[in-house]
Structures are given as C-alpha cells and as structure tokens.
Nanobody
C-alpha cells in the first residue's frame, strides 16, 4: 500500500515556474515507478511525466517536453515535478501516481495508487 500527498501547487503567471512535490508513505517506495498526471476542467485526465523504479528513465508528454522535469529521491520517498515556462494551458489539477511494485506496466500507463491532487493555475 502506498499513500501519496501532493503539494506545491498555486497561482503563477505565464512564463513562471512551480515545483510540485509528492510525498509517499508505505514500504518499498523505490520499487514503484512514479508518474504525474493532470486534469483540466471539462477534460479527461492526461499523462504528464513518469520516472522508472529501476534505472531512472523518464517519459514526458509532448506538450511538456523540454519544460517539465520529473525526479525522485528514494531516501526521502519524494517525487518532484519542476515546471518551467508555464502556459495557461497547463492549468489543471495535478496528480501523483505510483505503479508497481516492479514491472513495466507503468509504460502502459497503468497506475495503482493516486494522490488527491494539487491545483495549478497559470494566468495569462
């Protein structure tokens, strides 16, 4: 069982930056791939970024590539999403998710645990 709590959301002007954090509790955090997803009003939830449990490989949605960076600190059981050059279309509730333990289902977008989300609003 993994519990996830996101923080770091807020209101920022276009072009600004935010860093989201996700604190995990439970055992074997390092065996879970971690991901960030977002859901804008009236839209379906979409994939943003993911980081593997083993080799640190990462994946990004095309819409955020070169602007967002996902990272993890296994010792602290934390996952981060650094968001730069923010755009109004990045406005959404951002969710942290865990996939595992082990395996490759995260590469198919299959996640087992979800946080409650944190609101990010980018003003133009």
């Amino acid at each position: 069982q993994v519990q996830l709590v996101e923080s770091g959301g807020g209101l920022v002007q276009a072009g600004g930056s935010l860093r989201l954090s996700c604190a995990a509790s439970g055992r074997a955090f390092s065996s879970y791939a971690m991901g960030w997803f977002r859901q804008a009003p009236g839209k379906e939830r979409e994939f943003v970024a993911a980081i593997s449990w083993n080799d640190g490989s990462t994946r990004y949605a095309d819409s955020v590539k070169d602007r967002f960076t996902i990272s993890r600190d296994n010792a602290r059981k934390m996952v981060y999403l650094q968001m730069n050059s923010l755009k109004p279309e990045d406005t959404a509730v951002y969710y942290c998710a865990a996939s595992g333990p082990w395996g490759s289902k995260w590469q198919r977008g299959e996640y087992d645990y979800w946080g409650q989300g944190t609101q990010v609003t980018v003003s133009s």
